[in-house]
């Protein structure tokens, strides 16, 4: 596998669909809980901390990237797919062990959105 510099692996797809709902799924939790989206700041740390945790890099352009992209799926599922208010509560988003929860309907759409997303 290629590393980058300092000797992390780097971003592959597969990790970019993962890191893109992770992201998106912050996003969403973020409005339920504060009636407003993560700052770009707050993303971007998130976007650091996720890299960190699974030990991989990322370019800094593949990071605004999957940052933009999560953003923008977010906001989709949001305004364009109903759901029940319930659906989106941090709660129903993540796991006890602050994972994204995969079973939850919302988190499905937006995981199926990424992996979209990232595909093309």
């Known amino acids: 596998m ?3 510099i300092v000797g992390l692996p780097l971003l592959t797809d597969a ?4 890191l893109c ?3 998106a799924v912050s996003d969403v939790a973020a ?3 504060q009636g407003d989206w993560l700052s770009n700041d707050h993303l971007v ?3 650091r901390i996720w890299l960190q945790r ?5 370019s800094w352009l593949e990071r ?5 992209e999560a953003r923008e799926i977010a906001r989709a599922v949001v305004e364009h797919e109903p759901n029940d208010e319930g659906d989106a509560r941090p709660e129903q988003l993540f796991t006890s062990a602050m994972t994204v929860q995969y079973a939850s309907p919302v988190v499905a759409k937006i995981w199926k959105r990424c992996n979209s997303a990232v595909s093309n």
């Open 2 to 4: 290629f590393e980058d």
């Open 45 to 47: 740390e998130s976007t």
């Open 21 to 23: 709902c992770y992201l």
């Open 15 to 18: 990790h970019k669909s993962v």
């Open 54 to 58: 699974n030990a991989l890099t990322a």
């Open 31 to 33: 409005l339920s809980l």
């Open 64 to 68: 605004i990237e999957v940052v933009a």
